[in-house]
């Protein structure tokens, strides 16, 4: 895991009240949002993110489909704020 993508989840994990999991074994690509998701982010979690992200890193999702796509997985999240900054 790259240092931002580990600087994201604690973000992600402060933002929602997560307890952080155990780096070495969190997959960056697996569900971020959802039933799969191994940290049981819901839509509220992702509008919450999405603020934060906002806020944090000057970011914006412009719409639903977007911050969908983007919020996938931790990976989508990492390419598009190290992007879009």
Do not use: W
């Amino acid at each position: 895991m790259e240092s931002f993508e580990q600087e994201l989840l604690e973000l992600i994990c402060t933002t929602c009240n997560l307890e952080m999991p155990e780096i070495q074994y969190f997959n960056t690509h697996a569900p971020l949002i959802g039933p799969e998701s191994v940290l049981g982010i819901d839509s509220i979690d992702a509008l919450e993110i999405a603020v934060t992200v906002q806020q944090t890193y000057g970011v914006r999702m412009d719409n639903e489909n977007s911050s969908r796509d983007v919020l996938q997985s931790l990976a989508t999240l990492s390419s598009y704020i190290q992007k879009n900054i």
